[in-house]
């Protein structure tokens, strides 16, 4: 007879992982164990978005007569909600909010981490059914006590303590590190729990995929415009060319090329000289994880987990993925280095 195999939840390897850290508390694992549940709660609403009129612009009333709420901040409220009434964390940033919500309770006033948020990454794609996600990460706090400061907010992103993000695709799936690797959790519907389904995730050292926003082709940098030119050419021995790949959710771009090897560029251009995508809800995280996945991060010359923010909603080009080409990438722009 088969014996049934063994499912280990994330709260069970949350539990397990916490005896690498001898002299921690247990406080961060509470704090992911309740970035998991809030994730399960915005799961729910993000899958039945096309069902209950959940969908729309923030201020319409639905058939109940109750305020229609967009879910970019739907989700915002959840985590928001989840991580208040925790009592692990002192201050949040969050994407959709212009300045820091730091915590005022008695119970967070000695709460030890920062926690920065992308609450609902690729908004535009929501309406469309397309992937979409959730993206975290986690700092030791600064500040001595009370509620968190902007201060312990702006944080290289070397200083992370863990990050993560959660994709709503086919299947819903949870993805973090706290800096020994990282460990990918696919949601068993059927039972409401987040299974270990992709142990000890690396990226691959190379591959043939490359995401990018090729419609604003006309306005790259000389570099980036050239390396374009190279995917597409054709060479038998390093199999090209690429496949082009772009969903336009930053945390599903990100995840595909995490499991099949790739890079996601987001570049400067002139009319944006620091990119689009956010350093401390998009960057960093997401930088932190592909280091420990065996990738790199690279805002053009240097390392993303560098980057010492001064600003909470500040931007900075991205090239994030398979450790070579995101260094190929970087080559090409030393090797032309025009706007
Ligand atoms: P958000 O929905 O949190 O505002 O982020 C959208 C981001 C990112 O997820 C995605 O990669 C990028 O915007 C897409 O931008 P373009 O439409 O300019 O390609
Ligand atoms: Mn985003
Ligand atoms: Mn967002």
């Not at 973090?176 to 987040?194: A, C, H, K, M, Q």
């Amino acid at each position: 007879m088969n014996r049934p195999r063994k499912v280990t939840t994330l709260g069970q390897f949350i539990i397990e992982r916490q005896r690498d850290f001898p002299f921690a508390k247990g406080e961060l694992s509470r704090l992911l164990r309740d970035i998991g549940i809030a994730a399960k709660i915005v799961n729910r609403e993000v899958n039945k978005a096309g069902l209950v009129d959940i969908l729309g612009s923030t201020g319409r009333e639905n058939i109940q007569g109750e305020d229609v709420k967009k879910l970019d901040i739907f989700a915002n409220e959840q985590f928001i909600a989840a991580l208040t009434s925790g009592g692990e964390c002192c201050v949040i940033a969050s994407e959709e909010n212009e300045e820091i919500i730091p915590i005022e309770t008695e119970i967070s006033k000695n709460a030890k981490y920062v926690v920065m948020i992308d609450p609902l990454d690729g908004s535009s794609n929501i309406d469309v059914n397309v992937s979409i996600g959730t993206i975290f990460s986690i700092y030791r706090r600064k500040s001595l006590g009370g509620p968190g400061t902007l201060e312990d907010c702006l944080q290289a992103g070397t200083e992370q303590v863990a990050a993560g993000y959660v994709v709503y695709g086919s299947s819903t799936m949870l993805v973090y590190t706290t800096g020994r690797g990282v460990n990918g959790f696919t949601l068993d519907p059927s039972i409401g729990e987040f299974c270990l389904s992709h142990p000890e995730m690396r990226v691959p050292e190379t591959g043939v995929i490359y995401s990018i926003n090729e419609g604003n082709y006309i306005k790259f940098p000389e570099g980036i415009k050239k390396y374009i030119k190279y995917c597409q050419e054709d060479d038998k021995a390093t199999s090209r060319p690429y496949s082009s790949r772009y969903i336009g959710s930053m945390v599903a771009d990100f995840h595909r090329n995490l499991i099949k090897g790739g890079v996601f560029i987001y570049p400067q251009t002139q009319k944006s000289p620091n990119g689009k995508l956010r350093l401390c809800y998009e960057c960093n995280p997401l930088a932190f994880i592909v280091e420990q996945a065996g990738g790199k991060a690279s805002h053009g010359t240097g390392r993303i987990l560098e980057i010492t923010p001064t600003d909470l909603h500040q931007r900075t080009p991205i090239i994030i993925g398979s450790v070579k080409m995101v260094e190929q990438v970087e080559d090409f722009l030393r090797q032309y280095p025009g706007n």
